[in-house]
Each structure stands twice: as C-alpha cells, then as structure tokens.
C-alpha cells in the first residue's frame, strides 16, 4: 500500500497546529487555504459556513451568524439574504435549485 502524499498549504507547524486545535471546522478551512484563499479569511469564512449549517434559535445564535456573515463578507446581510440561505439550506423541503 502507498503511502498518501502531504500537501504542502505554505502554513508554518504552529499555524497548522492552530487550525487543528482552534478551526470551527479544520477540513474546511485547511481545504480553503489550499484553494489560495488568505489564512484569515479561510478562519472567518469557515466561521460562518459552520454557524449557517443550523438555523439559529436563539437571539444569541442569530446575532452570532449576523456577525459571522459581516466579517467574512464585508456586510450585514439583508432579508433578502436570509431567505435565500433559509430555501436552500435550512427548509428541506423546498428546493432553491
């Protein structure tokens, strides 16, 4: 059996250590940073992915994903927003495609 090749990310062992032991989900923020995306916006855009999997229940959760979306988009998102995330991946019985 072969052995599985090491990417290299240009992440130093301490950034990579980071990631793993800190990350929201590290499989997708390690998988964004591959895909060129800066280290920082990989972190914040992980955030977000993670947080908008579940539709907040709480006025805490909502004020966590509002947040989240500002910082990895530049932006509050609008009502507009919110429903598109909510028809494509909150509602399972609608489909937005």
């Not at 950034?15 to 990350?23: D, G, Q, R, V």
């Not at 390690?30 to 947080?51: E, Y």
């Amino acid at each position: 059996m072969s052995k599985p090749t090491i990417e290299r990310i240009n992440l130093l062992d301490t950034e990579y250590a980071e990631i793993l032991s800190n990350s929201t989900n590290s499989e997708v923020e390690l998988r964004l940073i591959q895909m060129g995306v800066h280290p920082l916006k990989a972190r914040n855009k992980t955030n977000f992915l993670t947080l908008v999997q579940k539709k907040p229940q709480t006025p805490q959760e909502w004020q966590n994903l509002m947040n989240a979306w500002e910082t990895a988009y530049g932006y509050r998102p609008e009502e507009a927003d919110l429903e598109m995330i909510s028809k494509m991946v909150w509602d399972k019985s609608e489909s937005a495609f």
